[in-house]
Nanobody, 115 residues
């Protein structure tokens, strides 16, 4: 059974850094695109960053230059390095594994940035 488990969230001051991890099990990790989303209170879920099976990355404009997504296929883990954090980065960060015909989600990890 597929399972995604996020970790690394927490409380950080504006300007600080955090690294999120998402460990996958029960799937052939290397064939999936891995995506980080976030959801702030009262707002729609927002795509933050994607790394596809070939390692190609895409970022939301609001995080470009501050966040870095990466994957370790040997560990079935995707990471999101976040720096120069802003109050508007606050939200629940969710990990998604996607391929044609399949989508799996983690439970999310809370990131709170104090200004």
């Amino acid at each position: 059974q597929a399972q995604l488990v996020e970790s690394g969230g927490g409380l950080v001051q504006a300007g600080g850094s955090l690294t999120l991890s998402c460990a996958a099990s029960g799937i052939i990790f290397r064939v999936y695109s891995m995506v980080w989303y976030r959801q702030a209170p009262g707002k729609e879920r927002e795509l933050v960053a994607i790394v596809n099976s070939g390692g190609f990355t895409t970022y939301a404009g609001s995080v470009k230059g501050r966040f870095t997504i990466s994957r370790d296929n040997a560990k079935s883990t995707v990471y999101l390095q976040m720096s120069n954090l802003k109050a508007e980065d606050t939200g629940i960060y969710l990990c998604n594994a996607h391929k044609l015909g399949a989508d799996y989600w983690g439970q999310g990890t809370q990131v709170t940035v104090s200004s």
